[in-house]
C-alpha cells in the first residue's frame, strides 16, 4: 500500500499548495500547541528520542496540526509508518496493513506505527477490528479526529491510547505562520516580491479563526488573484484577503462538539443576561444551518427553568415566537428567534422552579401511601360514607380568598420546597407569600 506520506517526505514541489509546502519539517518549525510540545513536554520528548511506544489520540480543529504532527513523528521514527484515511479505508485496508506489521515484527524486528486520519468515521465494527492488534502491540496508533473521542472512538481504544487536545491556534500563530510564507524563499514567496499590507494581515491573523490551512489557502488565492504593478511588486489588500475567505464555512458539526458547545455558549449567554452574545452564538447557529425548533425548543426550557415566575410572560412569548415561526420560516423567521434571544436574555432571572425537584425528593422519601390529609380527599365518590372532604374550607368565601388550612401531609407540616428570588414580578409573589404565611 502506498503511503499517504511518501511523497510529501521526499518531494516538497512548488506545484503543491502553499498550505502543503508550508508544513513544518522538523518540530521546531511547529508553532502552537506549546502545552504538548513546548520543550519538555512529554510528547515532544518521546517524539525525538523515538520513543512513542504507546498509542496516542490527536484531537482539536481542522487546521492546528494533527496531520502535521503525525508527519513529524514520521519523519523522526525508524519505526515503519504506515497511514490510512479513516474516510476511504476499510477493514480489508487496515488487514493488509496489519499482516505487513506483523510481519515486519516477526521477522525484521521492526515495530510499526499506524496513522489513522479521521479515525472517528470507522464504525465501531472497524474500530474493534482495530484493537487487538493495538492491545497486542503490533501496531502503535495515532489517531487523528475532529470529534470528541470519548464520544466518537470505542471507550476500550480510547482507554489504550493517550488523548492529546490541540487547541485552535491564537492570533499570534497564524501571524507567525503567514509571515514564514511571505519570507521563505523556498516554499514560500520569499524571492518574489509578495507584500501583504497590514491590515490584510491583521483581518487575516483574526478572521482565520485559528485555523492555519484556512489562512494559507486564502493568502495563495490571494496572491494569485493580485496581478503585479509595473515594478513586479505585487501588495495583497485587505479586499483581496476579505474575497479569500469569504467563502469559509462556519466550523460547526451539527452532530459533534461544536453543535453542543455552541448551544451551551447561546444558553448560558442569556441565562448570564448578555444580549449581545446571545445574538452571536444565535446567528452563529442559524449561519451554520441549526434547525431553528432545536434553538427555540430550548428557549422554550429556559423560559421555565430559568425566568419562571420572576417574569412569567416569558414562556408566552417564546411559545408565540415559536408559533409565528412556523408561519414565517427562514429568512424572515430570524426576527423571532431574534425577539425571543432578547427578551430571554433581558429579563429579570429566577430558578426558582426547580422548587419542584425538592418536592419530588420529599415525595420519593415519604413511606406513607395514604398521606393525602382527609379534609383534602375527594367527596364525590364516597364522601357519606368515609367523611372524605370534611373540614375542608373553601378560600374563595373568605375576604381575601385566602384560608388558613393543612395542605401537606401530616409528617410535611412546615416543609417549604418554594423560595421566590424577589426579582421581577417573582418579588410581588415574595411579599403575597410572605403574608400569607405569617397567618
Same mark, same amino acid.
Given at each position: 500500500?502506498?503511503?499517504?506520506?511518501d511523497h510529501a517526505l521526499a518531494h516538497d514541489t512548488a506545484a503543491q499548495p502553499l498550505a502543503e509546502r508550508m508544513r513544518p519539517r522538523t518540530l521546531n518549525e511547529f508553532v502552537g500547541q506549546e502545552h504538548i510540545l513546548g520543550p519538555g513536554k512529554?510528547?515532544?520528548? *518521546?517524539?525525538?528520542?523515538?520513543?512513542?511506544?504507546?498509542?496516542?489520540?490527536?484531537? &482539536?480543529?481542522?487546521?492546528?496540526?494533527?496531520?502535521?504532527? *503525525?508527519? #513529524?513523528?514520521? /519523519?523522526?521514527?525508524?519505526?515503519?509508518?504506515?497511514?490510512?484515511?479513516?474516510?476511504?479505508?476499510?477493514?480489508?485496508?487496515?488487514?493488509?496493513?496489519?499482516?505487513?506489521?506483523?510481519?515486519? /515484527?516477526?521477522? @525484521?524486528?521492526?515495530?510499526?506505527?499506524?496513522f489513522i486520519d479521521e479515525v472517528h468515521r470507522w464504525n465501531k465494527a472497524q474500530q474493534d477490528a482495530l484493537l487487538p492488534h493495538v492491545e497486542n502491540g503490533t501496531i502503535t496508533l495515532i489517531g487523528a479526529t475532529t470529534e470528541n473521542p470519548y464520544?466518537?472512538?470505542?471507550?476500550?481504544?480510547?482507554?489504550? $491510547?493517550?488523548?492529546?487536545?490541540?487547541?485552535?491556534? =491564537?492570533?499570534?500563530?497564524?501571524?507567525?505562520?503567514?509571515?514564514?510564507?511571505?519570507?521563505?524563499?523556498? /516554499? +514560500?514567496?520569499?524571492?518574489?516580491?509578495?507584500?501583504?499590507?497590514?491590515?490584510?494581515?491583521?483581518?487575516?491573523?483574526?478572521?482565520?479563526?485559528?485555523?492555519?490551512?484556512?489562512?494559507?489557502?486564502?493568502?495563495?488565492?490571494? !496572491?494569485?488573484?493580485?496581478?503585479?504593478?509595473?515594478?513586479?511588486?505585487?501588495?495583497?489588500?485587505?479586499?483581496?484577503?476579505?474575497?479569500?475567505?469569504?467563502?469559509?464555512?462556519?466550523?460547526?458539526?451539527?452532530?459533534?462538539?461544536? @453543535?453542543?458547545?455552541?448551544? $451551551?455558549?447561546?444558553?448560558?449567554? !442569556?441565562? +448570564?443576561?448578555?444580549?449581545?452574545?446571545?445574538?452571536?452564538?444565535?446567528?452563529?447557529?442559524?449561519?451554520?444551518?441549526?434547525?431553528?425548533?432545536?434553538?427555540?425548543?430550548?428557549?422554550?426550557?429556559?423560559?421555565?427553568?430559568?425566568? &419562571? #415566575?420572576?417574569?412569567?410572560?416569558?414562556?408566552?412569548?417564546?411559545?408565540?415566537?415559536?408559533?409565528?415561526? =412556523?408561519?414565517?420560516?427562514?429568512?424572515?423567521?430570524?426576527?423571532?428567534?431574534?425577539?425571543?434571544?432578547?427578551?430571554?436574555?433581558?429579563?429579570?432571572?429566577?430558578? $426558582?422552579?426547580?422548587?419542584?425537584?425538592?418536592?419530588?425528593?420529599?415525595?420519593?422519601?415519604?413511606?406513607?401511601?395514604?398521606?393525602?390529609?382527609?379534609?383534602?380527599? %375527594?367527596?364525590?365518590?364516597?364522601?357519606?360514607?368515609?367523611? @372524605? &372532604?370534611?373540614?375542608?374550607?373553601?378560600? @374563595?368565601?373568605?375576604?381575601?380568598?385566602? !384560608?388558613?388550612?393543612?395542605? #401537606?401531609? %401530616?409528617?410535611?407540616?412546615?416543609?417549604?420546597?418554594?423560595?421566590? $428570588?424577589?426579582? +421581577?414580578? =417573582? /418579588?410581588?409573589?415574595?411579599?403575597?407569600?410572605?403574608?400569607?404565611?405569617?397567618?
Amino acid at each position: 500500500m502506498a503511503d499517504l506520506f511518501d511523497h510529501a517526505l521526499a518531494h516538497d514541489t512548488a506545484a503543491q499548495p502553499l498550505a502543503e509546502r508550508m508544513r513544518p519539517r522538523t518540530l521546531n518549525e511547529f508553532v502552537g500547541q506549546e502545552h504538548i510540545l513546548g520543550p519538555g513536554k512529554m510528547l515532544r520528548r *518521546a517524539i525525538e528520542s523515538d520513543r512513542l511506544f504507546s498509542s496516542i489520540i490527536l484531537w &482539536g480543529p481542522p487546521g492546528c496540526g494533527k496531520t502535521t504532527l *503525525a508527519r #513529524l513523528i514520521a /519523519r523522526h521514527t525508524r519505526a515503519h509508518f504506515a497511514t490510512l484515511s479513516a474516510v476511504l479505508a476499510g477493514k480489508a485496508d487496515l488487514r493488509k496493513v496489519i499482516a505487513d506489521a506483523q510481519e515486519r /515484527r516477526k521477522y @525484521h524486528r521492526r515495530r510499526t506505527i499506524l496513522f489513522i486520519d479521521e479515525v472517528h468515521r470507522w464504525n465501531k465494527a472497524q474500530q474493534d477490528a482495530l484493537l487487538p492488534h493495538v492491545e497486542n502491540g503490533t501496531i502503535t496508533l495515532i489517531g487523528a479526529t475532529t470529534e470528541n473521542p470519548y464520544f466518537e472512538v470505542i471507550s476500550a481504544l480510547v482507554s489504550r $491510547s493517550r488523548v492529546f487536545q490541540l487547541r485552535p491556534l =491564537e492570533p499570534q500563530h497564524i501571524r507567525r505562520i503567514v509571515e514564514a510564507a511571505l519570507t521563505d524563499p523556498e /516554499r +514560500g514567496y520569499g524571492g518574489q516580491n509578495i507584500r501583504l499590507s497590514p491590515e490584510a494581515l491583521d483581518f487575516l491573523t483574526q478572521a482565520a479563526r485559528g485555523d492555519a490551512r484556512s489562512a494559507l489557502n486564502a493568502l495563495e488565492l490571494a !496572491v494569485e488573484t493580485t496581478p503585479p504593478a509595473p515594478d513586479g511588486r505585487r501588495t495583497i489588500p485587505l479586499q483581496a484577503v476579505q474575497e479569500a475567505l469569504q467563502q469559509r464555512a462556519v466550523l460547526y458539526d451539527k452532530d459533534g462538539d461544536a @453543535h453542543y458547545d455552541t448551544i $451551551s455558549a447561546f444558553i448560558k449567554s !442569556v441565562r +448570564g443576561s448578555d444580549p449581545d452574545a446571545a445574538l452571536y452564538w444565535l446567528a452563529k447557529m442559524v449561519e451554520a444551518g441549526e434547525d431553528p425548533r432545536f434553538i427555540l425548543r430550548r428557549l422554550l426550557i429556559l423560559a421555565a427553568e430559568d425566568i &419562571g #415566575l420572576a417574569d412569567p410572560q416569558a414562556l408566552v412569548v417564546v411559545n408565540a415566537a415559536a408559533q409565528a415561526f =412556523e408561519w414565517v420560516g427562514l429568512p424572515e423567521g430570524v426576527y423571532h428567534l431574534a425577539e425571543a434571544t432578547l427578551y430571554l436574555a433581558t429579563a429579570p432571572k429566577s430558578n $426558582s422552579t426547580k422548587a419542584y425537584f425538592a418536592a419530588r425528593d420529599a415525595v420519593r422519601q415519604n413511606t406513607n401511601p395514604d398521606d393525602v390529609p382527609n379534609h383534602l380527599k %375527594d367527596p364525590s365518590r364516597d364522601g357519606k360514607a368515609t367523611g @372524605h &372532604g370534611q373540614g375542608y374550607r373553601y378560600p @374563595h368565601d373568605a375576604p381575601e380568598h385566602f !384560608v388558613i388550612q393543612q395542605y #401537606l401531609p %401530616d409528617n410535611l407540616q412546615g416543609a417549604r420546597f418554594y423560595t421566590p $428570588s424577589g426579582q +421581577g414580578y =417573582e /418579588r410581588a409573589i415574595a411579599h403575597r407569600l410572605a403574608k400569607w404565611r405569617r397567618k
